[in-house]
């Protein structure tokens, strides 16, 4: 039967018009929502989802706001064809298989990035290179010594020679901001491509 239209007259129950849409289409119940429907105004709205052929996707319709200044409802009964349901369920499965497709992608995503993040995390010890900035020169190449927060460091000395003076103190560094080293062993272990 689709959905049946009426338009009333504006604050009456006089009948200006009736109508029918969507034949053929309406593939659910109706349900009722309260929306807002002005600034301080709550109503209840009834929708009801139909198959758009156009787009291949099913869409949903509003029947109308219970509301006074709405003057036009629509009462809905499920006709969809059983060709419309398969095609509907088949687009369903078509989407639910490339969401999982994209969730695994993220997943493999996201498993190498925190493994590249582990990789270059710095660390007292670690021979990092210098990817970033002004003050020292990109592709300097040293090993950390000294860091201003061992948890998340924003600073770091790297020694680039291991020279040492009589008094054991390094005498080649260079002093980086954390986030512009990366770890200078190649990555292993990580997740296969894709």
């Given at each position: 039967m689709a959905i049946d239209w009426t338009q009333y007259k504006v604050n009456s129950r006089e009948v200006i018009k009736r109508w029918t849409t969507h034949e053929g289409l309406v593939v659910s119940e109706s349900w009722t929502r309260e929306v807002r429907a002005m600034?301080?105004?709550?109503?209840d709205v009834s929708y009801v989802n139909v198959w758009?052929?156009?787009?291949?996707?099913?869409?949903t319709v509003s029947l109308g706001y219970q509301f006074e200044c709405n003057s036009t409802y629509g009462h809905s009964t499920i006709d969809a064809s059983d060709a419309v349901?398969?095609?509907?369920k088949q687009e369903r499965d078509i989407a639910a298989r490339a969401a999982k497709v994209a969730s695994e992608a993220r997943r493999v995503q996201?498993?190498?990035q925190r493994a590249?993040?582990?990789?270059?995390?710095?660390?007292r010890g670690k021979t990092m290179r210098v990817v970033a900035g002004r003050k020292v020169r990109k592709g300097t190449v040293g090993q950390v010594f000294w860091m201003d927060d061992l948890r998340k460091p924003t600073?770091?000395?790297?020694d680039l020679t291991?020279?040492?003076?009589?008094?054991?103190?390094?005498m080649d560094v260079a002093w980086v901001a954390a986030s512009y080293l990366v770890n200078d062993a190649?990555?292993?272990?990580?997740?296969?491509?894709?």
């Open positions: 600034s301080d105004v709550y109503c758009n052929p156009e787009t291949k996707q099913v869409e349901l398969e095609t509907i996201q498993s190498r590249q993040d582990a990789h270059n995390r710095v660390a600073r770091v000395g790297l291991g020279r040492k003076d009589g008094n054991g103190r390094r190649p990555l292993t272990n990580h997740a296969p491509l894709a």
